[in-house]
């Protein structure tokens, strides 16, 4: 979703190209209507656009119940409104310009397998609790709960490692692909709305100073 037409005709040719099937949109309200009306596995997009800007699209696109993975594409590069798009749920965040080769990269990273779901197995399993990796979905007694990307990631990490404490940096830097602390609270937030979906709320444990775990075998 972007409101330059050659950029979009320049992505929209380059991703045909790589084997996709891209959607346009022109501006806000657009993307928006075309994403609640197909199913939608990414999202690219622009936080400059008219009418609806981008992080107000990001903000409706988390409000639907299978949100589709965000890659944000902006000229506006400084580290809060990066810290802000990730805050408010775009997986990754790739400033303009850019090079074509990089960005399918990182396209194509996050539609395939996430880099914390290895070949351990599709599916992890927890008490009444049965995580569908692939399908970002939570399997609970009282019904499907379908996560978003960082929070499937986060709970397959915790799932993998139960028993031990998985400190903030390391999730920050293998989930996020943050070297450093960015000073924010998206894993605090994304930990929030993973309780909500968990049906146990001690499930996850939070070590004060240190991180997160889930105990038990």
Same mark, same amino acid.
């Given at each position: 979703?972007?409101?330059?037409?050659?950029? +979009?005709?320049? !992505?929209?040719?380059? $991703? #045909? /190209?790589?084997?996709? +099937?891209? !959607?346009?949109? /022109?501006?806000?309200?657009?993307?928006? *209507?075309?994403?609640?009306?197909? +199913? @939608?596995? !990414? @999202?690219? =997009?622009?936080? #400059?656009?008219?009418?609806?800007?981008? $992080?107000?699209?990001? &903000?409706?696109?988390?409000? $639907?119940?299978?949100?589709?993975? @965000?890659?944000?594409?902006?000229?506006?590069?400084?580290?809060?409104?990066?810290?802000?798009?990730?805050?408010?749920?775009?997986?990754?965040? @790739?400033?303009?310009?850019?090079?074509?080769?990089?960005?399918? /990269?990182?396209?194509?990273?996050? !539609?395939?397998?996430?880099?914390?779901?290895?070949?351990?197995? +599709?599916? =992890?399993?927890?008490?009444?609790?049965?995580?569908?990796?692939?399908?970002? *979905?939570?399997?609970?007694?009282?019904?499907? &709960?379908?996560?978003?990307e960082r929070e499937s990631a986060v709970l397959a990490y915790l799932l993998r490692r139960r028993g031990d404490v998985c400190t903030r940096d390391e999730l920050l830097r293998d989930i996020w692909g943050f070297e450093f602390d960015p000073g924010s609270n998206v894993l605090e937030v994304c930990v929030g709305r993973l309780r909500t979906k968990i049906l146990d709320p001690t499930m996850i444990e939070t070590v004060r100073g240190v991180g997160?775990?889930?105990?038990?075998?």
């Amino acid at each position: 979703m972007d409101d330059e037409a050659r950029l +979009r005709t320049l !992505l929209g040719r380059t $991703l #045909v /190209a790589a084997g996709h +099937r891209p !959607l346009m949109a /022109a501006d806000g309200a657009e993307a928006c *209507a075309v994403v609640r009306s197909r +199913r @939608v596995d !990414l @999202v690219l =997009l622009d936080l #400059v656009m008219p009418g609806m800007d981008g $992080l107000t699209v990001l &903000r409706q696109i988390q409000r $639907l119940p299978e949100p589709p993975t @965000v890659i944000v594409l902006s000229g506006v590069g400084d580290v809060g409104t990066r810290v802000q798009a990730i805050e408010e749920g775009a997986t990754d965040f @790739v400033g303009k310009p850019f090079a074509t080769a990089e960005l399918l /990269a990182r396209v194509n990273r996050h !539609l395939g397998t996430p880099r914390t779901v290895n070949d351990d197995g +599709r599916f =992890l399993e927890h008490g009444d609790h049965r995580l569908d990796t692939r399908r970002r *979905a939570l399997h609970t007694p009282e019904g499907t &709960r379908m996560l978003s990307e960082r929070e499937s990631a986060v709970l397959a990490y915790l799932l993998r490692r139960r028993g031990d404490v998985c400190t903030r940096d390391e999730l920050l830097r293998d989930i996020w692909g943050f070297e450093f602390d960015p000073g924010s609270n998206v894993l605090e937030v994304c930990v929030g709305r993973l309780r909500t979906k968990i049906l146990d709320p001690t499930m996850i444990e939070t070590v004060r100073g240190v991180g997160y775990c889930i105990a038990g075998p």
